[in-house]
């Protein structure tokens, strides 16, 4: 089994920062890309940033400027540092990756999701 688990949301006042976690452990073989993905109460899940695992990045272009996606790759982590946070970022923020779990089999994986609140 796999499992990506997130960490680092919470309530923050407009123009702070927040800083989320999500590292993936179980029987991984190799990770391919790892990103965020959110979904506002209302709104389709969207692509917030993604990161492959040669370093090139993918960020949706109302962020872009103000989070920034890094990895970890020994640790199988990846960041999401978010600063000037707006009250429209205000969403669940889900962890996805592209796992390799033996050679040549792919799959899909989701965290359980952790809650950014933007709010004065």
């Known amino acids: 089994q796999v499992h990506l688990v997130e960490s680092g949301g919470g309530l923050v006042q407009p123009g702070g920062s927040l800083r989320l976690s999500c590292a993936a452990s179980?029987?991984?073989?190799?990770?391919?890309?790892m990103g965020w993905y959110r979904q506002a109460p209302g709104k389709q899940r969207e692509l917030v940033a993604r990161?492959?695992?040669?370093?090139?990045?993918k960020y949706a272009d109302s962020v872009k400027g103000r989070f920034t996606i890094s990895r970890d790759n020994a640790k199988n982590t990846v960041y999401l540092q978010m600063n000037s946070l707006k009250p429209e970022d205000t969403a669940v923020y889900y962890c996805?990756?592209?796992?390799?779990?033996?050679?040549?089999?792919?799959?899909?994986?989701w965290g359980q999701g952790t809650q950014v609140t933007v709010s004065s």
């Open positions: 996805n990756a592209d796992i390799e779990r033996t050679p040549g089999y792919f799959g899909d994986y």
């Open positions: 990161k492959s695992s040669s370093g090139s990045t």
């Open positions: 179980g029987s991984i073989f190799s990770i391919n890309a």
